[in-house]
């Protein structure tokens, strides 16, 4: 999904399915560097999400979280992680990193990460449209 100021696609590394990565499309490395429009659309993108997120995998609400510190990732990327009901207690808060950086053989495949990606897609344009609430 691709707004002005933002794109929004499932993270490549991880082992939880529908865990996002929201990432500016200019280069800007700080939240404070956005412009006034660029902050609205991130404000509604994280709440239209977190709604189909919620809708599609279940989710009881959802982490956002935004570092912009690792190696060759300085710019401004966002991410918007599903916390799920029965979540054990060391993936929960800041411990859902345990999730990301997986090794290979754990990780969410590209088949399945462009099906939660289409299925996310759907999701909004039935929330615009009215259809979810």
Request: proline share 6%.
């Amino acid at each position: 999904m691709t707004t002005t100021h933002w794109r929004a696609s499932h993270a490549l590394n991880t082992s939880l399915p529908g865990w996002l990565v929201l990432v500016t499309r200019e280069h800007v490395t700080a939240l404070d560097v956005l412009d006034a429009e660029g902050h609205a659309e991130l404000g509604t993108l994280l709440g239209q999400l977190s709604r189909a997120l919620r809708t599609l995998t279940g989710c009881e609400k959802t982490y956002v979280m935004q570092f912009s510190e690792t190696p060759g990732h300085h710019h401004l990327h966002v991410h918007l992680v599903p916390r799920m009901p029965g979540q054990p207690a060391d993936r929960m808060g800041p411990k859902v990193f345990g999730y990301l950086v997986v090794p290979e053989d754990e990780q969410i495949p590209a088949s399945e990460r462009d099906r939660i990606g289409l299925a996310i897609r759907s999701t909004l344009a039935k929330q615009l449209a009215g259809e979810l609430r």
